[in-house]
């Protein structure tokens, strides 16, 4: 099974804890998160469309991820209204030997480098994690946000 149909599998609501490691409080934040999967364009790519809530505000998101079966390479395209804003950061991938996907982009930070954000996608069984980190340019990466999904 390809990336693509792996994620189209898990196609549905889901709900459970998201938490952001808050950079701003430097404290971990647990809230409530839904999550649904699905297929486009007649199954082509997934879109992940997902909520949240910082400090009892609601947040929101989408993650929308491809994959090439001649490249062998994911893309995906993120939006959020906490962690992009009104952005949209673009990133690539490969996927692993395990039903993991990862995929890596990078966002401005001036006046220094850039940083790199990546973001894995473990489907389980009877689960769905999907796992953000902050990747500092020397390449240190900290958890940002840690989310395990069960279907609603």
Not at 20 to 48: H, K, W, Y
């Amino acid at each position: 099974m390809n990336p693509i149909e792996t994620l189209a599998a898990c196609a549905g609501t889901w709900s459970g804890p998201s938490t952001l490691q808050d950079p701003i409080n430097n404290v971990a934040e647990e809230s409530a998160s839904t999550l649904v999967v699905t297929p486009v364009l007649g199954g082509r790519f997934v879109r992940m469309d997902y909520t949240w809530a910082y400090q009892g505000k609601p947040q929101e998101g989408s993650l929308l991820v491809g994959f090439d079966p001649k490249a062998n390479t994911l893309s995906a395209q993120l939006i959020d209204t906490w962690h992009v804003g009104y952005g949209v950061m673009a990133f690539t991938g490969s996927p692993g030997a395990d039903r993991t996907l990862t995929v890596r982009g990078s966002y401005a930070a001036p006046p220094g480098p850039d940083w790199g954000w990546r973001i894995d996608v473990a489907p389980g069984d009877g689960t769905l994690r999907i796992t953000h980190y902050n990747v500092w340019p020397e390449g240190k990466e900290d958890l940002a946000v840690d989310s395990l999904y069960t279907r609603a």
